[in-house]
């Protein structure tokens, strides 16, 4: 994420016409959380409430956007770091403003990043159940142990937008394919715990 | 020579999967013992059709021998067949359960962890990511499974497997 330059900054000013705290404060989030496509219909949404222009809500919204973007990607955490990136003649008041939100929030947007970059299909549930086989077609009588297990798999966020694709996975597993399985997980549990513990 | 027999059809039973070895030694036994293919093979087929059906209904050795000597067959061949019987039962057993339907069975796990350096979100990450790949047969294909879980997950993922491990070994 480059640092966002001085005209945008600018634009930030715009901010000192509105109504309240909160206002910029929700702004803000709105900003940071949306996809760089959204940012048109978000600038829409925010011009009665700051009575501007359409272009100068848009220019207002796309650099708080780049701007919270920004700090988060560098993981800025001081007050002053903050600071140094507003011009020099910049509204004292709104910067101190503008550089408290963004403290305020910086956790919670870093986890918002981390949690929506792209992976593969996450786990999102699972659920197992016992079962025991008593007969079949190829055998009349058994008493045959089975597990069942479900895994509910969410598709890589960012493909789907607000529409998480979720689906549903049931496997079955012998005895014996549990017992493979659980050797494999309880090495890969050996080996995160001499990588903690190094 | 009826031990010569039994041996080749017991062998067939254990490795349904070697059909052209089956038919060779058949073939092999015709010839040293002078019999024709033909009649060999229908007899065999129908030699086959007890221990399948005993295998059904988890029939003893006791009433294999007794359904033998039923159907016309000598005294010492039918416990002969049932001694074979006794001997080879477990792998039998075995193999049918393993016929049993199973749905999308679970055939390999494969897996890699590692850690996320960075994203273009994040310029430093330094989070602990786990990958599964699951290898499914569905029906006759096999499909693979891709699934990423946080190290949260994981360790609740690891504990239900073990309370399923202890739920299962109850049961046997």
Redesign the interface.
């Known amino acids: 994420m480059a640092a966002p330059r001085d005209g945008d900054l600018a634009a930030l000013q715009i901010l000192l016409k509105a109504p309240s705290k909160d206002a910029v404060r929700q702004l803000c989030q709105e900003c940071f959380s949306s996809p760089p496509a959204a940012l048109g219909p978000l600038a829409q949404r925010a011009c009665p409430g700051l009575a501007v222009s359409a272009e100068e809500a848009e220019q207002l919204v796309s650099a708080l956007h780049n701007l919270t973007r920004h700090v988060v990607y560098r993981g800025l955490t001081r007050a002053e770091d903050i600071l140094c990136l507003f011009p020099e003649n910049f509204h004292q008041n709104l910067k101190n403003l503008l550089t408290k939100i963004i403290l305020e929030n910086i956790s919670a947007w870093r986890n918002e990043a981390q949690a929506s970059q792209i992976s593969l299909p996450r786990l999102v549930d699972m659920d197992w159940r016992v079962d025991i086989k008593t007969s079949s077609d190829s055998i009349v009588r058994m008493a045959v142990p089975t597990c069942l297990l479900q895994l509910k798999i969410q598709e890589d966020a960012a493909l789907c937008g607000n529409n998480p694709v979720v689906s549903a996975l049931t496997v079955e597993l012998s005895k014996e394919t549990l017992d493979t399985m659980l050797e494999g997980l309880g090495r890969i549990r050996d080996q995160l715990s001499a990588v903690a513990n190094k | 020579q009826f031990s010569a027999l039994t041996e080749v059809l017991f062998r067939f039973l254990t490795e349904p999967k070697e059909v052209e070895r089956f038919l060779t030694q058949l073939s092999d036994f015709a010839t040293m013992n002078k019999i024709s293919l033909g009649p060999l093979k229908n007899i065999v087929k129908s030699i086959l059709l007890v221990p399948n059906g005993a295998?059904?209904?988890?029939l003893s050795s006791e009433q294999v021998r007794a359904d033998f000597i039923a159907l016309g067959l000598s005294e010492e061949k039918a416990s002969y067949f049932a001694e074979q019987w006794k001997v080879n039962s477990p792998t039998l057993?075995r193999l049918?359960?393993g016929?049993?339907?199973?749905?999308?069975?679970?055939i390999d796990?494969e897996?890699k962890?590692g850690v996320?350096a960075g994203?273009?979100?994040?310029?430093?990450?330094g989070?602990?990511?786990?990958?599964l790949k699951?290898v499914?047969k569905k029906g006759s294909q096999l499909e693979n499974?891709?699934?990423?879980?946080t190290?949260p997950?994981?360790?609740s993922?690891?504990h239900?497997?073990?309370r399923?491990?202890t739920?299962?070994?109850s049961?046997?």
């Open positions: 295998l059904k209904r988890n057993t049918a359960v016929q049993t339907l199973m749905i999308n069975q679970l796990m897996w962890f996320t994203s273009s979100e994040l310029e430093k990450v989070s602990i990511f786990l990958q699951l499914i499974v891709y699934v990423e879980l190290l997950q994981f360790y993922f690891l239900e497997m073990e399923v491990k739920s299962l070994e049961f046997s």
